[in-house]
C-alpha cells in the first residue's frame, strides 16, 4: 500500500521553465524526502525537509511540506533537459521506524531542450 | 566517493529457482535497506537490518530471507521464485542508529534487475 500520492504522474516542459510536483500522504512523519531516478536506474537522495520545518532549498531545488494538509511539493526552477527523470517522495514515520521509507508514486518529468 | 555496490546486476530465473542478491554498503554505513521496484511501481519497503539484527520488516514474501553479515554486507535470498518476483531490488544503506533523526539519509545502490521466466 502506498503512503504518498503524487501529481502530476507525468509533466512534460520546456528548457528554463520551471517544474513543479505535489505530493500527499496519509500518516503522521518525521520527516519527507524527495528522490528522483533515471530510467530503471537508481534512487538519488534530493533534499530532506523535517516534519518541524515549513520550506527548504537546495540549488534549484525548493521544497515545502504543510503537515496541516499533509501534502508536500518539490519545485525545480530553471529546469534543463538533464532533469528528465522520475521523482518521488518517501516519507519517514520515525518512531522505532527511521529510515523505513514508503514511497509515492512518482512524477515523471520530462524536460524538452 | 565509496557508493553502495550490488550486485548482480541483472539476473534471470525460472520460475521455481532461487537467486541471491548482494549488497556492500558503504564502508562505516551499519544499516542495510532493501526495497522492491516492480516495473511502473514506487519501490515498496521489504526489510532492514541495523548492526546484523533485522530492525525492521516491511512486504517481505516468506520466501524471502536476508541477512547482514559481519562485514556488514547484505545478502537477499529469494526462492521459489515467481513471475510476479521479476523487479528491480534496490538495497541502501544509512549510518546511525534506525533511531537518530537525520541519521537516515538512505543512500542508494544502483539496483539488482531481476527477471523470473
Known sequence: SQQGEEDPQALSIQEGENATMNCSYKTSINNLQWYRQNSGRGLV????????????????LRVTLDTSKKSSSLLITAS???????????TDAGGTSYGKLTFGQGTILTVHP | AAGVIQSPRHLIKEKRETATLKCY???????????????GQDPQFLISFYEKMQSDKGSIPDRFSAQQFS??????????????????????SSWGLPL????????????????VL
Not at chain 1, 534543463?80 to 518517501?90: E, G, Q
Open chain 1, 45 to 60: 537522495h534530493l533534499i530532506l525537509i523535517r516534519s518541524n520545518e515549513r520550506e527548504k532549498h537546495s540549488g534549484r
Open chain 1, 80 to 90: 534543463r533537459a538533464a532533469d528528465t527523470a522520475s521523482y518521488f517522495c518517501a
Open chain 2, 25 to 39: 554498503p558503504i564502508p562505516r554505513h551499519d544499516t542495510v535497506y532493501w526495497y522492491q521496484q516492480g516495473p
Open chain 2, 71 to 92: 562485514d556488514y554486507h547484505s545478502e537477499l535470498n529469494m526462492s521459489s521464485l515467481e513471475l510476479g518476483d521479476s523487479a528491480l531490488y534496490f538495497c541502501a
Open chain 2, 100 to 115: 537518530i533523526p537525520g541519521a537516515n539519509v538512505l543512500t542508494f545502490g544502483a539496483g539488482s534487475r531481476l527477471t
